[in-house]
Each structure stands twice: as structure tokens, then as C-alpha cells.
């Protein structure tokens, strides 16, 4: 018996120890985790960028990011739910973890201070103590809450990120009190090499007040060094292996929330830069103007834009597309009818290069003109119902373009083969019935013929559309190439069909007075459009359309 008993007292001598471990780890995975069990910090802020903090690898600045998060919890208020108008805002996620657990906790903050949440593991919503909300975005932790927090980043040909060699930045938190920036990760004493052939464009979203470029051939010979402004005057001829120092400075300055500076170093093999070509520095509105570049490597990636700034050059209907050939790149500019006259800076970019060119727009006389119709046939043409459809005609049939260029020379006029006058011209305030009501601006130019006459393709083209709509009556479209298409309706009859190859002059239909018109003897409303967009074809009934060359 006795020996028994001393069994006994071995076995739960042994357990015991097993028996407090157990306990132990049950206490400290269930309970809320001490400043000093944690072991890592990972963080992922509202721009998505994530950092951890690892006790075992920085010991000194995990403490300090552990103990500012301890803080935030520990003043915090529970209540009923986060507001509405904070769950539309993105979580900066933290996540807590020790030895043996990690927990999560979604953190949303303002500029104010006084209104900062916690959404925490337990499932509970809390609002943040101010004063700590407050250190928390007098911290460097905050900048993604910042504009202009981190250093810019300089781009090469708009495609390559260099680092700085060396570099410092500074932003200003809700109180205006300077922070200094970590830049460390951006930072590089390596050496950097571009081995692929770029376009030298260099560019930082948020620009610098002072931005010297130093280019050295390989030789050793300075080639350029000057400001990044007059950069547009630097190019090459052919490949060239240049090495390039660059200073860029942010100086401080009232209206600023931030101000910096960084020195960079690389080696580059560069390419000729880009070059644009206009037709004219001076153009009608409701003409076009077309344009050549070359060394473009990717037409479909050269942008577009104006200014002053032109709405419908940055709607979805409109794109500016660049057809590749003969190794240079070509394009139509569309100059639309409603286009405020005066001066227009186009600028070109491609590669991270930029190309300026300073063109006139001008104000043709574009007179009223009148139209005599039944009331029945104005609600017809002109109901909501008819310009909704004539839109969607417009859309579908200008949605894609052909690679494929089949005009040459000049256009038709559309009077060539039959006495014909023109009765209604491009750009003019049509006036239905005397009245306000139906008015429109006319997109084409209605001819008048005598009955059943021949109407001719303008150009050489393809055959891309033949129906009838309630506004054109009988129609074809024929496509050109370079989103170039010519439109026919008021059509008594049509003779072609989709995809048919029609040559200048071959016909397509014939004069008739279906849709809206009052050419009641036989006639055709003659469009142009480039891109979606109308534009005057008489413009091209003497030159054509042609293109700028280099020499």
C-alpha cells in the first residue's frame, strides 16, 4: 500500500508541471496579449503597402511602433457601431502577433483627432482616445494618410523607376508640424543600369522646383547640363550609351505640405526621342488636323490632351489612335464644330517624352438655314426616341476602326455626275418649321439632285453599314482607313452591301427623301466623321487628306 502511494505521488509530481504549461498556454492564448509577449508587428496601411516589425531584427524601433499600438488600445471607448460614413473608408491593418497567436485589428483614422475607430478581434467597435489618434498621426506610421508623404519617385521613359543614391523629405502632419520621412527603402548606393534601349524622358509626378540633368557620353564628354525645361531641345541620333546625374530639390514653402531633395546616378542606353508633326498651326473648327511622329515604339501608348482643356478629347467616345507604317506613326485630329475659337497648346507624350505645338483654332461663319417639314414628320424624326437610336448608330458603327487605308487624293464633292446644288452646309443652325423647337446643328452638307439620281462613293473604301433610322432615312456608311468614314442618307434606295470594297466614285444608292429632309425632288446628305466625331468634307474636296512628312 505504501509503496503504491509513492507511485501515486511520483505520477502527480510529474504531471503537475505538464498540468501549469497547459494551463499557462490556455491563459495566454485566450487572454488579451501583453506589450511585452508580442513579438512582430505587421502592418498594412490604407495605400496597401505592408511593413513588418520584427523584435528580433530591429529590436529598439519594434518597441516603439508595439508600445505607440498599445497606447491607441488601451484608451479606447466601446460603442454601439463604426458610423456609416467610416466603413466606406479603406482599414489600416494591424496585426499583433506573439509566440503563440496573432490578432487583427482594423484601425480608421481622420484628420480629426477626435474622430478615430478601432474595429477589434473580440468583434467590438471602439472609438480611439484623441490624444493617442493624435500620436498616432503626428507618427511617420501615418503617411499614407499624407499627400506628398514620400519622396517622388523619378521615372525614366515613364517606364523605369530610379532609386536615389542619397535623398531626405519632409511633410507636414494635421498640425503642420514637419515630419521627417523613413526613406531608407527607397534609397540605393548600388549601381543602376538601364541596359534597355529608353526614350531619355525623365519626369516625377510631383515636379521640382529645381531638376538638373547631367548627361556624359561614354567617352566621358558632357553632351548636356542644364534644367530638365530645356530637355525638349536634347536628343540623339541613333543608340547612344550616356551616363546621368540628376539633382532634384523641393524647397520649402507656406502653401506646401512637404520639401526634399535627392541625387541620383545611373547609366543609360538611350534612343532618339520622339518626334510630332502637324498639318497646320492653324485649323477651322470643324475641320481636322492630322499628325505624323516617328521613333514612337508603341503608337497605341502615345497620349493626347490640351489646353486649355477640350471635354470631348477626354470623353469615353473619343481616342486618339495612331496608325504605324513606314516606320513613323499617323493620326487624325478631329476639330470639333462647338470648338471655342482661339489658341490650343497639343501636347504629345510617349516614352515619358513630352512634345508641345501651339496650333490656332478659328471662327467660320456657319449661317442658319430652314427647313419645311410636316409636324408629323419633325416629331418623327426628332423624338428623343430618334436621336437615342441615330446615337447608338453612331456608336456602333465608329466602335472599332480598320487598320487598312483605301482613300487617295481628294474626295468627291458628290456634284460631279449631275446638276446639284448645295442647299444646307456643314455647321448650320437648322431651323425646323421656322422654330426653336427642332433645331439642330448639321452635321454634313445636304445636295440636292434632280429625282432617282446616282449618288457616288466619295472615296475608296469599305462598305460598313446599310439600313434606315427615323432621322437619316436610308443610309450607308462607307469606312476609309484612319477612322475616316463618309455617311450617305436621305437615300431613296442603296446598291451596296456590308463589306463590299466600293472604288471613288462607284455607286451606292440614289438620291431620295427618306428621313428628315425636304429635298423633295431627291437628295443626300453628305457626313464625314473622324473618331465618332463630324467633321466638314468639303475640307477635303480640293487637297484630300494628307499627312506631314520628315525630312
Not at 26 to 37: I, T
Not at 100 to 108: F, G, P, Q, T, V
Not at 298 to 308: H, I, K, L, M, W
Amino acid at each position: 500500500m505504501k509503496k503504491t502511494a509513492i507511485i501515486l505521488l511520483c505520477a502527480v509530481i510529474l504531471v503537475i508541471p505538464t498540468v501549469i504549461a497547459i494551463a499557462n498556454y490556455s491563459h495566454v492564448k485566450y487572454a488579451p496579449a501583453g506589450e511585452k509577449d508580442v513579438t512582430k508587428v505587421v502592418i498594412e496601411d490604407v495605400d496597401g503597402v505592408v511593413t513588418t516589425y520584427d523584435r528580433e531584427e530591429s529590436e529598439e524601433r519594434t518597441d516603439e511602433v508595439i508600445g505607440l499600438f498599445f497606447r491607441l488600445n488601451s484608451h479606447k471607448t466601446e460603442i454601439i457601431a463604426l458610423p456609416d460614413t467610416v466603413l466606406q473608408e479603406k482599414a489600416y491593418l494591424v496585426t499583433i502577433s506573439t509566440k503563440i497567436k496573432s490578432e487583427e485589428y482594423r484601425y480608421y483614422f481622420s484628420m480629426d483627432p477626435n474622430l478615430c475607430y478601432l474595429f477589434g478581434p473580440d468583434g467590438k467597435s471602439y472609438q480611439l482616445g484623441p490624444d493617442d489618434a493624435a500620436e498616432f498621426l503626428s507618427s511617420d506610421l501615418s503617411r499614407s494618410y499624407y499627400d506628398n508623404s514620400s519622396l517622388p519617385t523619378l521615372m525614366l521613359s515613364g517606364t523605369y523607376a530610379v532609386s536615389p543614391r542619397e535623398a531626405s523629405w519632409t511633410y507636414k502632419n494635421f498640425r503642420g508640424d514637419a515630419i521627417v520621412s523613413d526613406v531608407t527603402d527607397v534609397v540605393s548606393t548600388a549601381e543602376q543600369n538601364f541596359t534597355e534601349d529608353v526614350i531619355f524622358a525623365l519626369s516625377y509626378e510631383t515636379e521640382p522646383d529645381y531638376f538638373g540633368v547631367k548627361v556624359t557620353d561614354s567617352s566621358g564628354e558632357v553632351i548636356f547640363d542644364d534644367q530638365k525645361s530645356n530637355l525638349g531641345s536634347f536628343s540623339v541620333d541613333s543608340e547612344k550609351t550616356v551616363y546621368v546625374e540628376v539633382t532634384s530639390k523641393w524647397y520649402e514653402d507656406e502653401s506646401r505640405n512637404y520639401s526634399g531633395e535627392a541625387v541620383y546616378s545611373f547609366g543609360a542606353q538611350i534612343s532618339p526621342s520622339p518626334s510630332f508633326r502637324l498639318s497646320a498651326d492653324s485649323v477651322v473648327r470643324g475641320g481636322f488636323l492630322t499628325v505624323t511622329g516617328k521613333n514612337v515604339a508603341d503608337p497605341a501608348a502615345v497620349t493626347f490632351s490640351t489646353d486649355p482643356a477640350v471635354d470631348f478629347y477626354t470623353s469615353d467616345q473619343f481616342k486618339l489612335k495612331f496608325w504605324q507604317g513606314d516606320g513613323l506613326v499617323r493620326a487624325i485630329i478631329p476639330i470639333h464644330s462647338s470648338l471655342e475659337a482661339g489658341e490650343y497648346r497639343i501636347t504629345f507624350t510617349a516614352s515619358g517624352a513630352e512634345q508641345s505645338i501651339l496650333i490656332n483654332v478659328t471662327d467660320p461663319f456657319y449661317p442658319d438655314s430652314g427647313m419645311n417639314v410636316t409636324d408629323e414628320k419633325a416629331d418623327e424624326c426628332l423624338s428623343d426616341t430618334a436621336k437615342a437610336e441615330f446615337e447608338n448608330l453612331i456608336a456602333e458603327v465608329t466602335k472599332e476602326d480598320s487598320p487598312l487605308v483605301s482613300f487617295d487624293g481628294y474626295f468627291l464633292s458628290g456634284g460631279e455626275n449631275y446638276t446639284s446644288w448645295v442647299i444646307r452646309d456643314f455647321g448650320s443652325r437648322v431651323l425646323v418649321n421656322g422654330g426653336e423647337k427642332y433645331s439642330f446643328i448639321n452635321n454634313g452638307i445636304d445636295v440636292q439632285y434632280g429625282w432617282a439620281a446616282d449618288v457616288s462613293a466619295l472615296n475608296s473604301g469599305t462598305v460598313v453599314y446599310t439600313g434606315e433610322t427615323a432621322f437619316t432615312g436610308r443610309i450607308v456608311v462607307i469606312e476609309h482607313g484612319y477612322g475616316v468614314r463618309t455617311w450617305y442618307w436621305n437615300l431613296s434606295d442603296v446598291s451596296v452591301s456590308v463589306g463590299d470594297t466600293v472604288e471613288k466614285g462607284a455607286m451606292v444608292g440614289h438620291a431620295g427623301s427618306t428621313g428628315l429632309t425636304d429635298m423633295i425632288y431627291g437628295g443626300v446628305h453628305l457626313a464625314m466623321s473622324v473618331g465618332g466625331y463630324f467633321v466638314n468634307p468639303s475640307v477635303t474636296w480640293s487637297a484630300g487628306i494628307t499627312f506631314p512628312e520628315f525630312n
